[in-house]
């Protein structure tokens, strides 16, 4: 039988993305981890992970025992929180705005795994790019892409993505590539944002930070469906790197104006000053950056 231990560390360096990264969030010696993840593996009878002086990579049957371990670790964690919940019960309703561009899927799986751990609190979630009144429509915490502009609203920052500036070849074949911000005016753009955004880009950072106008072919607020958009030859697009980076891989994107690095896609999770920072919201706010965390964790190492 498998050591629940070694799993457990096994799940922590695939979330940390590496061994020193998983010592240093465990306190554990590196040396003890990679000794247990060998064990593992050996008791297993299956290679985890593929290991070389620069790189660590998940091989396809340790992406699904990841995927197991993660579950166990759900449920020891839920079993944790029914003891600790006798002394500090966290329970309530919670009213959670979300960007519709969101993956509704994994948005689910987070709200269903958070239930599993806080099953006393009640869960009202709306999907929605309506600028929401967080007092006066009720909603107790509302997800929001940066930067945001200033109030008396609190803002605690959840994740970052990296976005980069993408098209196909047979777009770039047909039109030419674009080898500087100024050229992207000539370029069909495929938007994702809302019934108010703007066909503007911005690209660079600090000193070196420009605007650029592109013509919009089209808008959408689905980050799936300007991929596959882009795929289709449509126009250029600036994407998360997390969104694209098999196709990047794969060469049916190819990425643009590399010398023009792009300020990370920064969301947070915004609430009432009024409520100050409550159990039930700050359990939820930091479950949703672990949980993304980790769903990163385990796409960025997939092959």
Known sequence: MPDLNGMMLFAAVVRAKGFSQAA???????????????????????????????????????????QHCNSINDEIEAAKATIENTHNDVSGSLRIAIPVSFSQELIANLCS????????????????????????????????????????????????RQPVLVASPAYLKANGTPATPQELSTHSGILLGTSRSAPIWPLGKGDRKTMVNFKRKVRVNSATMVKQLTLDDFGIAMISYSVCKNELASGSLVPLLQDWPIEPFKVYGVYSSRRQL??????????????????????????
Do not use: C, W
Not at 138 to 151: E, H, N, T, V
Not at 280 to 295: M, Q
């Open 24 to 66: 240093r969030n465990t306190g554990m010696p590196k040396s003890t981890i990679s000794r247990k993840v060998a064990q593992l593996e050996e008791t297993l009878g299956v290679r985890l992970l593929q290991r070389d002086t620069r790189n660590l990579s998940l091989t396809q049957v340790g992406a699904l025992f990841y």
């Open 113 to 160: 795994s958070f239930l599993r751990l806080y099953p006393n609190v009640e869960l009202d979630v709306q999907f929605t790019d309506n600028d929401v009144g967080l007092v006066g429509e009720g909603y107790d915490i509302a997800i929001k892409y940066g930067p945001l502009q200033s109030s008396d609203l609190v803002a605690k920052l959840l994740i970052e």
């Open 278 to 303: 409550a159990t039930n919201i700050s359990v939820f706010l930091d479950f949703f950056t672990k949980r993304f965390s980790s769903h990163e964790s385990i796409q960025s190492l997939m092959i």
